[in-house]
């Protein structure tokens, strides 16, 4: 099966080619893009052993004069300096305004290409082929692009678009199991904000937890929905000027838990399955949803492999502080997404304080 999805947007629209294989074909996908010849090609090096020679095969046949550059993995590599030595190799392979950055890897790497390409040159092309599953059904759409500060996550950044969202499922087989599930994560949010049918089919679905046992159709259905649920939530409000803050549902208790561990006890993606859990019970708290659909939400958390708690070390006090510091903070008030029904949510900063402490106790032990 393969799928092409269209991203609209007032000042640009692009595509996200989804099929097996589809890494063997990056060169002829972008050959039609008026991408330049010159391409520079931004992975790690973990992901660039796997798939780097494969890719720079496919953009050579099809005539673009490719140079590698390697950031090492993992997210305190995510920072301005990473951003400078892209430059130099940008400067060392002569790109112009017209050549294009093409990220391979997860949304660190993904990320951090968009945001030098958003820079260089006052902004060349870029593309995005993630390579996991976070990527694919996040990070890679949309084109939320930057690096972290010492004081706080992605708080340097650009909107800027890709030309192109490449997705090859199969490229999933080499990501740990662990990652697998950390995108699984993003999936199910799709299904509490927007796609009640999504949520439905993996409620029925067996081996959700990895690559190795989840069904290929099924996969591909996950990164079509969940790209389109993406797509569509993007082409209403590009820059997050409403609507585009649901796609933070889980996000914010989720980061309080990861940032108050230092990001070394929780992956981004467990992150925010304890946060949808925590934003479940206090939707049904406040009567904004049923405790059943809170609980099927729970249920589908924990059948993927998923952790629901937050962690007991972490006083209720110093998550709430957590939570001010939050970048979705508006005129001092915490903004909570919180579901109304399965496929819905509303966005509200009504939250009591009461409420959110017994919430965040109860989810210690739950
Ligand atoms: N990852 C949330 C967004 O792209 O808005």
């Excluded at 996950?222 to 082409?235: D, G, T, Y």
Aim: with cysteine; proline share 4%.
């Amino acid at each position: 099966m393969a799928a092409v999805l269209r991203v609209d947007l007032p000042d640009t629209a692009y595509e996200i080619a989804i099929a097996p294989q589809n890494l063997d074909t990056i060169g002829t996908q972008m050959a039609g893009l008026n991408l330049g010849k010159k391409v520079l090609l931004i992975s790690n090096p973990e992901i660039e052993q796997f798939y780097g020679d494969r890719v720079r095969d496919a953009l050579s046949t099809a005539g673009f004069n490719v140079a590698t550059h390697l950031i090492p993995a993992g997210e305190e590599y995510k920072t301005l300096a990473s951003i400078e030595q892209v430059y130099d190799a940008a400067l060392a392979h002569r790109l112009e305004r017209s050549s294009t950055m093409v990220a391979l890897g997860g949304g660190v790497i993904g990320d951090m290409t968009g945001f030098a390409a958003a820079t260089w040159l006052r902004g060349i092309n870029f593309v995005q082929a993630p390579t996991s599953l976070l990527a694919m059904v996040d990070a890679s759409v949309g084109g939320k692009t930057g690096v972290n500060h010492p004081q706080g996550k992605n708080l340097i950044g650009a909107f800027y678009q890709p030309k192109l969202v490449l997705i090859d499922p199969t490229v999933l087989a080499t990501l740990p199991p662990r990652e697998f599930r950390a995108g699984m994560a993003e999936v199910i949010k799709y299904g509490v904000i927007w796609d009640a049918d999504l949520f439905a089919q993996l409620e029925a679905a067996e081996g959700l937890s990895s690559y190795e046992t989840i069904d290929s159709q099924l996969l591909e259905t996950i990164l079509v929905r969940s790209c389109q649920a993406k797509a569509a939530v993007v082409s209403q409000d590009e820059k997050e000027a409403g609507l585009r803050a649901i796609l933070n549902y889980g996000h914010t208790l989720g980061h309080a838990v990861e940032s108050l561990t230092q990001y070394r006890l929780v992956n981004h993606g467990e992150a925010v399955a304890i946060g949808m859990v925590a934003a479940g019970q206090l939707a049904a708290q406040l009567d904004l949803w049923t405790t059943a659909e809170a609980e099927r939400q729970d249920k589908l958390i924990t059948q993927t492999g998923l952790p629901t708690q937050i962690p007991g070390q972490l006083a209720v006090a110093e998550i709430v502080d957590t939570l001010q510091t939050d970048k979705k903070v508006k005129a001092g008030k915490v903004q909570f997404i919180l579901p109304t029904t399965l496929g819905q949510v509303k966005i509200t900063d009504q939250v009591p304080a009461e409420v959110l402490a017994g919430v965040i106790q109860n989810c210690q032990v739950c």
